[in-house]
């Protein structure tokens, strides 16, 4: 496995721009025989995704990261032109964090002129992000695909954060036989809870409280579950509640799903999720927390 001692200073990763030298170093590397790990990102780095670079690292031999603000995948009235963009503090973090490859590449060498192949999704990316985001996951789907093209790793390390996509990503490698391991990793809150996210820095002070409502109504709903609560709606009853009595009024959903499915259910029999989706001012937050009765008994 790569990587220098604690006392040795982080070695900057090569930057690459186009999938051509990226592929190459990735093949180079798996004809020497090393595994190779990719952690796809769209910047704005925070601890969530050195977690991410950090599994990757303790399993592979070779890690690289992907920096792309992917525009398919934001939606008209969505916040592509002001997504932060932040190379120059990301490629610092990930030198730090030991990466070796930076792969961040322009728009058009991913999306080149003429190109209109999307791939096309039904079952999981279906309810939830897929009704309040239409479009969406056709455009993580798509970026996802061709960055495994670009950097055709051994894994590919996704966080738990965002369930629902580690659940297409998931789907979209088993239906086209694509030869990677998913790996999804915790979330990574701050020390009061809020699930990290590039769009935090979004918030102001009042907003950054309210927000932490969301990861209070998951814990509401973990304690239920607990102390026996079965009833998918009177859990979801209860996250509604906690949301709103802290001043968060644009929920989009607070649900309690089938943990592989996410169809919707009644009870809890085995293994279900709870998820959020809520504006907090104009921004935006999902969140969401395992409910594993097996645990829980
Ligand atoms: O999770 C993200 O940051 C993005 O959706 C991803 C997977 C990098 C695709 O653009």
Redesign the pocket.
């Known amino acids: 496995m790569t990587g220098s001692p604690a006392d040795e200073p982080a070695r900057s990763p090569e930057v690459i721009a186009t999938v051509r030298a990226m592929r190459g170093r990735v093949q180079a590397a798996q004809r020497a025989g090393r595994r190779v790990g990719v952690v ?3 910047g704005a780095l925070h601890d969530g995704h050195l977690s991410l670079v950090a599994a990757s690292r303790a399993a592979c031999d070779v890690t690289a990261a ?1 920096v ?1 603000v ?1 525009p398919t ?1 934001f939606g008209p009235k969505e916040d592509f032109s002001r997504y932060p963009r932040t190379m120059e503090a990301d490629l610092a973090k990930l030198a730090a964090a030991g990466v070796d490859y930076v792969f961040a590449p322009e728009v058009a060498e991913i999306y080149p002129d003429g190109a209109t192949t999307m791939v096309e999704l039904g079952g999981v990316a279906e309810p939830l992000e897929g009704q309040f985001r239409p479009g969406h996951f056709r ?2 789907a798509t ?2 695909l061709k ?1 495994f093209q670009a950097v055709p790793a051994d894994a590919a390390y ?2 738990q954060k ?1 369930y629902q ?1 580690s659940l297409v ?1 998931r789907h979209m490698v088993a239906d086209l036989l694509l030869p990677i391991e998913i790996v999804v990793c915790p979330i990574v809150r701050e020390s009061d809870g809020l699930a990290m996210s ?1 769009r935090n820095i979004y918030l102001s002070a009042d907003e950054r409280q309210r927000a932490l409502s969301i990861c209070r109504a998951l814990e509401a709903a973990q304690v239920l579950v607990a102390g026996g609560e079965r009833n998918a709606e009177r859990i979801a009853a209860q996250m509604q509640t906690t949301l709103r009595d802290s001043g968060v009024e644009s929920i989009d959903y607070a649900a309690v799903v089938d943990a592989d499915t996410l169809a919707p259910i009644q009870r809890i029999e085995s293994c279900a999720v709870a998820l959020v989706a809520a504006r907090v001012g104009a921004t935006r937050l999902i969140d969401n927390a395992i409910l594993d009765i097996r645990s829980a008994r």
């Open positions: 796809p990102t769209m992907t792309f992917n995948q455009g993580v970026v996802v960055l996704f966080g965002d996509q990503v590039s």
